[in-house]
Each structure stands twice: as C-alpha cells, then as structure tokens.
C-alpha cells in the first residue's frame, strides 16, 4: 500500500501557474499509478491526472490536457503537477491518492487525506 500527502497548493490569476507535490511512501510504489484528483464545492471529486511511476505514461482529463503536466521525481519518491494557464474553473482541493491499476485509483473506495486548496482569480 502506498502513502500520499498533497501539499503546494495557492492562489492564483487566472492564466497563472502552480506546481503541487505529493510525497508518496511505500513497498509497492513502483508497481502504482499515483494520480490527482479535484473537488470543486457542491461538487463530485474528480479525476484530473495520474501516473504510472514505472514508466511514466500520463493520463489526463480532457479539461486539463495541454494545461496540465504530471511527473515524477524517483529520487524524492514525489509526484508533481504543473498547472499553467489556471483558470477560475480550476479552483478546487486537490489530492493525490495512488493504486496498482489506473482502474483501480478511479474508482476503488479510498479513505482521501487533508488535500491541498487552489484558488484562482479572474
């Protein structure tokens, strides 16, 4: 089982960037999807962006694809995400969470930690 804590979050101008991290800890990291996750107020949490930490294949959220980069450093066991162009409808809290399956990241139950808030202005 993999750990994660989001952390990073900010406010932002809309077209503005971020960057949030999220350490991970654990025997199978490198067998796991790590991904990010949204939840807007009076809203469903969401998928936004995950990563498959032995290659590096990336998924997204149509929303997000070319705004959006998800990576990973090995050495600091940290998964990033870069968001540039922020816009308003960016504003949410935002986690990360990881499982051994992009399937199973999406839509297995979790228990979600604290998550880290963006806020962007227009």
């Known amino acids: 089982q993999v750990q994660t804590v989001a952390s990073g979050g900010g406010l932002a101008q809309a077209g503005g960037s971020l960057r949030l991290s999220c350490a991970a800890s654990?025997?199978?990291?490198?067998?796991?999807?790590v991904g990010w996750f949204r939840q807007a107020p009076g809203k469903e949490r969401g998928f936004v962006a995950a990563i498959r930490w032995s290659d590096g294949n990336a998924h997204y959220v149509d929303s997000v694809k070319g705004r959006f980069t998800i990576s990973r450093d090995n050495a600091k066991n940290t998964v990033y995400l870069q968001m540039d162009n922020l816009e308003p409808e960016d504003t949410a809290v935002y986690y990360c969470?990881?499982?051994?399956?992009?399937?199973?990241?999406?839509?297995?139950?979790?228990?979600w930690g604290q998550g880290t808030q963006v806020t962007v202005t227009s």
């Open positions: 654990g025997r199978t990291l490198g067998r796991s999807v």
């Open positions: 969470a990881a499982d051994l399956t992009l399937q199973g990241l999406t839509r297995a139950p979790r228990s």
